[in-house]
C-alpha cells in the first residue's frame, strides 16, 4: 500500500517525506551494496586519525594529566602505576572503527531487514541536512531508543547515504557478547558503565575520550538521550550525563558550535514488544549474549511492518546559549581544571535535554495500529468491528487535528487499514465472529489465577506500548479534560489548579518541560478549543454539545494512569505500617494489584507494570510526599501521614 504522512495545522511546520531505503536493496546485490566506494565528507575536510592516535591524545591531555596528578597525591600511588590504570580503562572503552566490519554488517543487516521490515522510510532532506552540518561543526546524533535495532539502524542509514559513520556510546553489557562485542567495537562503539559512581579517574578518561572526538570532529558522537530503551514506547527523562560532556567544549571555547540532531525512530511492530511486556512485569531482563541473538534469528519469519526514521534540523548549541549563558567565566579557570557546572549551566542542559527529547516526539510517526490500540486499550477485551473502524476514522481527525504525524495509506478505505493492521499484530488481537479482540492464552485447568492474570497482563501490556505512542500528542488536552471533568468549577483558574496537580503527579510519567506548566495549559486548552470540545467563555469553560465524546475519550486516556496512581496510594495508605525499601515496593504493589483485580475491584492492568510503580515512586519522592524512615534503617521509606490519601481524593 502506497502511502503518505498527512499534514493538518498550518501553524505546524511541514515535515519531509519519506524514502524507502529497502527497495533498493530487494532490486540489487547486497554483495556489491556492502564492498561499493565509500567516500563520506568529513568535518572541514579533516584528515582521518586511527583509532589508536586518538587514545594517545587522550591520555597526554592536560585533563587526564591534571586528574592523575591529583589522584596521585590523594592516594599516595605514583603517577605511573595511576596512568596504567587510565590506559587499562581507555583499552577497555575505545572503539576501534574498521571499514572491514562496516562492510561486514552491510551485508548482513541488508539480509535481515529484508527479512524483517516492509520499509524502512527515511526523509531524505534530513539526510540532507546532516550532511551540511557534519562539515561545518561537530555533530551529536541523538536518536529515540525503542529497540536495540535503533543505533544498527542508524550506522546501516549513514552508510547507505555515504556519511560519516558514528561513534556510539553503548553499554557494558554488550562487551560481554563473544565475538560480537568486539564486532560492535569495530563498527564504532565505545563502552561505557552504567554507573561511574565516584571513580574520577574513569570519568576523567570517559569524558576526556568523547570530548576529544567531538573537538577534533573524528565522527559524528551518538547517544541516547532517554539513556535506556523505553519498555513502554513512551518518551523517558533525559539523563543528562553525556549531553553534559558534549556541550563543555564549546562552553570553554574549544569548538566554535555543536550541532544536536534529534533523530525520531518508529517502529510499526517492535521487535521486543513480547520482552518489554515480561520485564514490565517482573520478569529478569536476559542478558546480553552471542548465544542469545542467535536464538532470535526466529524472529527472520515474522513480519514486523515498517520503521520510519526521521532525521530533525540541527540544532545549534550556539544559538540555543545565546543571551542564556554566559561562557567568558570559563575563562576564570584554566580549561584542563575539572569544575562543577553551575547552576545556570545546570538549567541549560536540562532544558536543552527536554528541548531535544519533545523534537524527537514531534517527529515521531504514528501508524493507523497506534490508533486502534488507542481505542481498544478503552474498550477491552474486545470491540465491535464495526464500531473499530468508525472510532478509528474518528480518532485519526483528532489526532491530525492535534498535529500528529500520521501515517496513513493512499486510497484505501479504513475498513482495510484497519484489517491489515489488526493482522499485522496478529500476536496481540484477532478478528473473532465480527469482534477485534485480545488474544486469551491457552488457559488449562491447572492454571492458578495469579498465572491467568499475569498472561491476560503480558497482551494487555503490549498493546498499552502501542497506545502509549501517541500519548504525547495528547496528554496535554487530555490533563486539561480531566481537568474540566473533576472540578465543579469550571473557573479558569480552578481548572488550572487541578491541571497543575495531575502535571506534577506525572512529572515522571510523561515529558514536560520543567517551568513550562502555563505554556502546557495554555497549548492543551487552544487544543480543545480547536476541536470544538470546549468554549471559553471569558475565565469559563463551557463544554459543547458536540465536545462531551471529545472530552470523554480524552479523559478514558488518562484512566489507566489515574487507576494505577490510586492503587499505588491505596496500597500505602492501607498496607504498609512500617518503612519500606524501594526493592521491596515493586513487587508488593504488584501483588496488592493482582489481589484486586482477581476480587473485580480493579479493571486496569496497567498498574502492574513495573514503569508506572516506579515512575509513581519518583513523583512522590519528588513531592516530599514520601519521607525516609530512619528507625527502619538506611534507605527505607514511609508516607507522609495523609499524602496518598490526598491524591487519592483529588484522582
Avoid at 11 to 27: G, P, Q, T, V
Avoid at 46 to 51: E, G, L, R, V, W
Avoid at 154 to 168: G, K
Wanted: glycine share 6%.
Amino acid at each position: 500500500m502506497a502511502s503518505k504522512t498527512l499534514y493538518a495545522d498550518p501553524r505546524l511546520k511541514k515535515r519531509d517525506d519519506f524514502e524507502d531505503i529497502l527497495e533498493e536493496r530487494r532490486n540489487s546485490s547486497d554483495l556489491r551494496y556492502a564492498l561499493r566506494c565509500y567516500t563520506p565528507l568529513l568535518y572541514k575536510g579533516i584528515t582521518p586519525c586511527k583509532a589508536s592516535m586518538l587514545k594517545t591524545t587522550v591520555l597526554k591531555s592536560d585533563h587526564v594529566h591534571y586528574v592523575i596528578q591529583q589522584l596521585s597525591k590523594e592516594m599516595g600511588e605514583s603517577p605511573d602505576i595511576i596512568k596504567e590504570e587510565a590506559a587499562e580503562i581507555l583499552e577497555e572503552m575505545a572503539q576501534s572503527l574498521q571499514l572491514g566490519i562496516i562492510r561486514f554488517f552491510a551485508f548482513t543487516l541488508s539480509k535481515a531487514f529484508k527479512k524483517l521490515f516492509q520499509r524502512v522510510k527515511v526523509n531524505e532532506e534530513g539526510i540532507q541536512r546532516l550532511q551540511q552540518a557534519i562539515q561545518e561543526h561537530p555533530v551529536v546524533l541523538l536518536p529515540s531508543h525503542r529497540s536495540y535495532i535503533d543505533f544498527l539502524m542508524m550506522s546501516y542509514i549513514l552508510y547507505t547515504y555515504d556519511l560519516s559513520l558514528p561513534v556510539i556510546a553503548s553499554g557494558m553489557d554488550f562487551l560481554g557478547m563473544k565475538i560480537v562485542g568486539e564486532m560492535l567495537r569495530m563498527s564504532g562503539a565505545f563502552f561505557m558503565r552504567r554507573s561511574f559512581g565516584g571513580d574520577k579517574l574513569y570519568w576523567a578518561v570517559f569524558s576526556e575520550y568523547v570530548k576529544t572526538m567531538l573537538r577534533i570532529g573524528y565522527a559524528p558522537v551518538e547517544f541516547f538521550l532517554e539513556g535506556t530503551r523505553s519498555r513502554t514506547c513512551k518518551s523517558l527523562t533525559p539523563k543528562l550525563g553525556l549531553l553534559n560532556i558534549v556541550t563543555e567544549p564549546f562552553f570553554k571555547g574549544e569548538v566554535f558550535d555543536v550541532s544536536l540532531v534529534p533523530i525520531s525512530i518508529s517502529y510499526e511492530r517492535v521487535l521486543e514488544e513480547s520482552l518489554y511486556a515480561h520485564e514490565l512485569l517482573g520478569v529478569p531482563k536476559p542478558k546480553e549474549t552471542t548465544s542469545g541473538l542467535l536464538k532470535a534469528r526466529k524472529m527472520l519469519g515474522d513480519d514486523f511492518g515498517s520503521i520510519h526514521v526521521y532525521f530533525g534540523h540541527p540544532v545549534s548549541l550556539r544559538s540555543l546559549a545565546q543571551k542564556k549563558i554566559n561562557r567568558s567565566n570559563f575563562n576564570l579557570v584554566p580549561r584542563h581544571i575539572p569544575r562543577k557546572p553551575t547552576e545556570d549551566i545546570q538549567a541549560f542542559v536540562n532544558n536543552t535535554g527536554y528541548r531535544m527529547v519533545r523534537l524527537q516526539q514531534e517527529n515521531m510517526v504514528v501508524s493507523p495500529w497506534v490508533l486502534i490500540a488507542t481505542i481498544l486499550m478503552q474498550d477491552l477485551p474486545g470491540v465491535d468491528s464495526e464500531y473499530l473502524i468508525e472510532k478509528t476514522a474518528w480518532l485519526r481527525s483528532l489526532a491530525l487535528l492535534f498535529g500528529a504525524f500520521l501515517d496513513w495509506p493512499d486510497h484505501v478505505p479504513t475498513s482495510k487499514v484497519v484489517a491489515s493492521s489488526v493482522a499485522l499484530h496478529h500476536n496481540i488481537v484477532r478478528n473473532v465472529n465480527g469482534r477485534v479482540v485480545l488474544i486469551d492464552e491457552e488457559k488449562p485447568n491447572d492454571n492458578s489465577s495469579d498465572d491467568l492474570v499475569f498472561k491476560k497482563a503480558v497482551t494487555v501490556l503490549m498493546c498499552a506500548s502501542y497506545r502509549n505512542q501517541i500519548m504525547h500528542v495528547f496528554i496535554r488536552p487530555a490533563l486539561v479534560a480531566a481537568a474540566i471533568h473533576t472540578v465543579c468549577n469550571a473557573r479558569k483558574e480552578e481548572v488550572f489548579s487541578y491541571f497543575n496537580f495531575l502535571r506534577e503527579l506525572f512529572a515522571n510519567e510523561f515529558i514536560f518541560t520543567p517551568g513550562n506548566a502555563v505554556q502546557d495549559f495554555e497549548d492543551g486548552c487552544y487544543l480543545l478549543v480547536k476541536c470544538d470540545a470546549v468554549q471559553i467563555l471569558k475565565q469559563d469553560f463551557v463544554v459543547t454539545e458536540t465536545g462531551q465524546s471529545t472530552i470523554s475519550f480524552l479523559v478514558a486516556m488518562l484512566r489507566p494512569f489515574l487507576e494505577g496512581y490510586q492503587v499505588v496510594c491505596k496500597y500505602l495508605s492501607e498496607e504498609v505500617i512500617e518503612g519500606f525499601t524501594e526493592m521491596q515496593y515493586v513487587p508488593a504493589v504488584r501483588i496488592f494489584a493482582v489481589k484486586m483485580i482477581i476480587s473485580g475491584s480493579l479493571k486496569s492492568y496497567d498498574v502492574l507494570s513495573s514503569d508506572m510503580q516506579k515512575k509513581l515512586f519518583g513523583s512522590l519522592t519528588k513531592t516530599e510526599r514520601f519521607e525516609e524512615n530512619q528507625a527502619s534503617g538506611p534507605d527505607y521509606y514511609q508516607s507522609k501521614p495523609g499524602s496518598c490519601y490526598q491524591i487519592s481524593g483529588r484522582t
